[in-house]
């Protein structure tokens, strides 16, 4: 399963829709958290990165 098995995503508002986790078995459960820290792991390396080219960018306009 990936995570888009587990949730349905508004392309509009760019926003996750909440699931309702009684559907899902035990597996299932366990399987979504794995998704989900390996997308926390993704989206924090994003925002150092972003964090990083603002710095970079706050030193050339010193």
């Known amino acids: ?3 888009t098995d ?9 926003t996750v829709k909440i699931l ?4 899902f078995s035990v597996e299932d459960l366990q399987n ?3 998704e989900l820290q ?3 792991l993704r ?4 925002v150092k990165k ?9 030193k050339f306009f010193k």
């Open 20 to 23: 309702n986790l009684d559907d």
């Open 43 to 46: 989206v924090q390396a994003e």
């Open 32 to 34: 979504y958290i794995s």
């Open 6 to 14: 587990f949730f349905e995503v508004d392309e509009k508002q760019n």
């Open 50 to 58: 972003k964090k990083n080219l603002k710095l970079d960018a706050e």
């Open 1 to 3: 399963m990936t995570m």
């Open 38 to 40: 390996t997308e926390i």
